[in-house]
């Protein structure tokens, strides 16, 4: 098991950074604005030259890069799917990014890949479960992960123990760091009927490496009570950001993601949300620091 003094802290810059899209390359690289580092997903950059990884490369050379991968179901009961760790590693090798990141969650059964990412009991055997598969991503990866609080829509009665309590315990146990998803946080408390505001008391803090914002969808359940789709189609909600300021008055400066991915906006658009980020982000005079 990986030692937690293994971990070191992702080298972002405590500034916006948004996920990067093809459209927005030449807005970008003509005037990035508040933007300071982008993110990519993984699955999208595994192959082997073509446009997209010419227009990475690029892009490294500018800016930091967080790859955040969507696809190794680290909650899965199956082992890590060799070939996927395998293209990871290649690409991680090559463009050295400055952090990874991936869910808790799983998106596969046997040889099917589930276009979802779908929640877990917490239990001390899904604990054990999570913590080895974290424990052989950072080995073969050589480099510490973050892992991302999930969003959800419902809650198993065989838990035992909270959320915030099982990724305290998956850091203590492996080392990895933490991302913490604000608008997740939202959706779930609403989903749920929980308080927001106490789940980021409750959260390790001192684990978090990155902070993701992003948009939701509202609908309602069957009986009619609020129901928030975790989306990424929608500017961030206003409730979100006042989150997010909750967060960063107790967390610090610390990098932070606006994610956008469907129905894209124009890059203005996208880059004036960076902008309300780096309003928060200069609010909070304290900077973060991950515990080893």
């Given at each position: 098991m990986t030692s937690p003094q293994r971990y070191r802290a992702p080298t972002l810059p405590a500034k916006p950074g948004v996920g990067y899209k093809p459209q927005h390359f030449q807005d970008i690289t003509n005037?990035?604005?508040s933007v300071g580092w982008l993110e990519i997903h993984a699955e999208n950059y595994m192959g082997d030259g073509g446009r997209p990884?010419?227009?990475l490369r690029h892009l490294a050379e500018q800016f930091p890069i967080s790859v955040h991968g969507v696809g190794?179901?680290?909650g899965g009961e199956?082992?890590?799917?060799?070939?996927?760790?395998?293209?990871?590693?290649?690409?991680?090798?090559?463009?050295?990014?400055?952090?990874?990141?991936?869910?808790?969650?799983?998106?596969t059964h046997e040889s099917a890949f589930l276009n979802d990412l779908l929640p877990l009991p917490y239990t001390e055997a899904t604990l054990t479960r999570v913590a080895d598969h974290i424990d052989e991503l950072q080995?073969?990866?050589?480099?510490?992960?973050?892992?991302?609080?999930?969003?959800s829509y419902l809650a198993f009665d065989e838990s035992t123990l909270s959320e915030t309590q099982f990724l305290r315990e998956i850091s203590h146990r492996t080392g990895c760091g933490l991302l913490l998803d604000v608008n997740n946080v939202f959706v779930s408390a609403t989903?749920?009927?929980?308080?927001?505001?106490?789940?980021?008391?409750?959260f390790p803090l001192d684990r978090v490496g990155e902070v993701h914002l992003g948009g939701h969808h509202e609908d309602e359940d069957d009986h009619g009570a609020p129901l928030l789709i975790d989306s990424h189609d929608h500017d961030v909600a206003d409730p979100v950001w006042s989150l997010l300021d909750y967060t960063?008055?107790?967390?610090g400066a610390c990098p932070v993601l606006i994610e956008r991915d469907d129905d894209i906006p124009p890059w203005p658009e996208l880059e004036a949300e960076a902008?309300?980020?780096?309003?928060?982000?200069?609010r909070t005079k304290t900077v973060t620091g991950v515990a080893a």
């Open positions: 005037n990035a604005g990884i010419a227009q190794l179901s680290i199956t082992r890590l799917d060799p070939d996927h760790l395998a293209r990871l590693k290649h690409l991680c090798d090559w463009l050295q990014p400055a952090s990874f990141s991936e869910h808790l969650a799983w998106s080995e073969t990866l050589d480099r510490p992960m973050l892992l991302e609080n999930p969003s989903n749920l009927g929980l308080s927001e505001t106490a789940y980021i008391d409750a960063l008055a107790r967390l902008a309300r980020a780096a309003r928060a982000l200069a």
